[in-house]
């Protein structure tokens, strides 16, 4: 079975741009998690869809915003980028069962210039 | 607050020397605590998942261990391509699928 995939794998793009990074979860995966990883902060929670509904949103500002597709696949999107927006963002997927195990993609490197 | 802490943040280990990684966690009610493996540039690789206090498990050279308040990742004889960022989650009950994270521990293991 094929992984979570993430695309694109690398990104760079100037303060002040909007950036849209794809997820394409497990087969027959319905949950999908967003993280945003960081040397300083380690790993943070940005939201989660399940049935293209947002479920749970971390702490981040409301220039981070995400869908899901019936066909669970996601996106998240990044408005008027800062510099600390860059990091490596991870999507993690589930097929949704109490206490289910998430399986993480490769993430998407983003570098704000 | 829920909060993930793990400890050492760094360890160098020579190749077979045994040891342990400590994960310590508040949070009420814990659905599931993760163990992942995370290598430079890549996703979380998952290793373990954890639900009650007294629960193992076990993986070749690693064993996985669960108390009310922290959690044990044992890892035998380590071989250098052990070398990792090791990551430990928690899930709260009332998070859906938030997983809460510790900063990890990044291991070393030289010949």
């Known amino acids: 079975k094929a992984g979570v995939t993430q695309t694109p794998r690398y990104l760079i793009k100037t303060r002040g741009q909007q950036v849209t990074l794809s997820c394409s979860p497990i087969?027959?995966?319905?949950?999908v998690s967003w993280y945003q990883q960081t040397p300083g902060q380690g790993l943070q929670f940005l939201f989660e869809?399940?049935?293209?509904?947002?479920?749970n949103k971390g702490n981040f500002p409301g220039r981070f915003s995400g869908r899901q597709f019936s066909n669970s696949r996601s996106e998240m999107n990044v408005s008027t980028l800062e510099l600390g927006d860059s990091a490596l963002y991870l999507c993690?997927?589930?097929?949704?069962?109490?206490?289910?195990?998430?399986?993480f993609g490769p993430g998407t490197r983003l570098l704000v210039l | 607050e829920d909060q993930v802490t793990q400890s050492p943040e760094a360890l160098r280990l020579q190749e077979g020397e045994s040891s342990s990684l400590n994960c310590s966690y508040t949070?009420?009610?814990?659905?599931?605590l993760f163990w992942y493996r995370q290598d430079p540039g890549k996703g979380p690789e998952f290793l373990f998942t954890?639900?009650?206090a007294g629960e193992e498990k076990e993986k070749e050279r690693l064993k996985a261990t669960l108390t009310k308040k922290e959690s044990f990742l044992h890892i035998t004889a380590p071989k250098p391509e052990d070398s990792a960022t090791y990551l430990c989650?928690?899930?709260?009950?009332?998070?859906?699928?938030?997983?809460?994270f510790g900063t990890g521990t990044r291991l070393q293991v030289f010949p």
């Open positions: 869809y399940f049935s293209e509904t947002q479920r």
């Open positions: 993690a997927s589930a097929h949704r069962d109490p206490q289910e195990t998430q399986y």
């Open positions: 949070v009420s009610g814990l659905r599931g």
């Open positions: 954890l639900y009650s």
């Open positions: 989650a928690v899930q709260a009950p009332y998070s859906t699928d938030k997983l809460i």
């Open positions: 087969s027959g995966h319905r949950s």
